[in-house]
């Protein structure tokens, strides 16, 4: 992900709080920036730390141009140490984490701050973190770790302790709208529809317009109605779910049936179907490998079941 100087425009609460911290010489060693994905936590980290090196900050954001810009900007400054795992989804593993002690104890080339970037710190296993919590016990002057973190209760209590939290709340669409509308221009999607499928979360709403995935979103939630009315068996539907990336395909059933939720009155049975859908969720994310055909063939008949089940929309 490339840099960028400023902060988006719903973080502005975030950023003005983190000014007042640089002004005031209180800014701690440890920040740890959580939220859920997709809402720039990571880019806000890294125009923190450009900031905070720019030798000519206009207002409270990083000039772009300077010396120390450029190094930064071409990801080339020699005080900024960004961690990350080998591979996306994979662990962030402890000789990382050494190279950030090593990074920490030297001095300064620039002579200003040095910045360490982890995204995402939950990431990290549990040497990497035990290694992690000496720096942060012992920290250097003018030496800043920024933690980027989706998943709070992931990353291990003493780091956490140890960091001061920012947090960054699923932003509401009003703070989102001119940018986003900025985005949408000349296509047939609606900011409405691209919120509602990315839950609110900015950058993923711009993923879905500048990808197939909006197609594949439609698609998947006509699927669905085909479903219910019984058009479509729940066999083929099954079939037609196992091409998609599981976690992905579950998070969007949860977030249907949610929605369901909020304009029908559902069977009650819809409680126990989240949970399930919860519970699948977390045994993914565990590295678990469920046999797909199965799984979905339940979901599905399940799915037709309490949709069938559901009486119509209540009005207005
Ligand atoms: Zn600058």
Redesign the pocket.
């Known amino acids: 992900m490339l840099p960028i100087s400023e902060p988006y425009p719903w973080q502005q609460k975030q950023w003005m709080q983190l000014n007042r911290l640089i002004s005031q010489d209180k800014l701690p060693h440890a920040l740890v920036l959580c939220g859920p994905r997709h809402l720039g936590k990571e880019q806000f980290g890294y125009a923190l730390a450009q900031r905070l090196l720019?030798?000519?900050q206009q207002g409270q954001v990083?000039?772009?141009?300077?010396k120390?810009?450029s190094l930064f900007i071409s990801q080339n400054h020699p005080d900024v140490l960004r961690i990350v795992p080998e591979e996306e989804g994979k662990a962030i593993r402890i000789d990382r984490i050494r190279q950030l002690s090593e990074f920490t104890e030297k001095t300064a080339q620039q002579s200003g701050w040095k910045i360490v970037i982890i995204s995402p710190a939950d990431a990290m296993n549990i040497n990497a973190a035990n290694a992690l919590l000496k720096t942060l016990e012992e920290p250097a002057r003018k030496t800043l770790l920024i933690l980027v973190c989706h998943q709070l209760s992931r990353l291990s209590a003493t780091v956490r302790s140890r960091c001061q939290k920012v947090v960054f709340p699923v932003p509401a669409p009003a703070e989102v709208h001119a940018w986003l509308s900025s985005k949408i221009a000349d296509s047939d999607s609606s900011e409405a529809e691209l919120l509602q499928y990315a839950e609110g979360r900015p950058l993923l709403a711009l993923e879905f317009l500048q990808t197939d995935l909006l197609e594949i979103r439609r698609t998947f939630d006509k699927m669905l109605d085909e479903l219910a009315s019984g058009q479509l068996s729940a066999i083929v539907a099954a079939q037609k779910c196992q091409s998609l990336d599981t976690l992905m395909a579950i998070d969007w059933l949860y977030s249907r049936l949610a929605l369901e939720l909020k304009t029908k009155e559902m069977h009650p049975g819809t409680y126990r179907y989240l949970d399930r859908l919860i519970q699948i969720k977390r045994r993914l994310q565990a590295g678990g490998n469920p046999n797909k055909s199965l799984l979905w063939e339940e979901l599905m008949l399940d799915w037709q079941h309490l949709l069938s089940l559901a009486p119509p929309r209540r009005a207005g």
């Open positions: 720019c030798d000519n990083a000039c772009g141009v300077c120390q810009c």
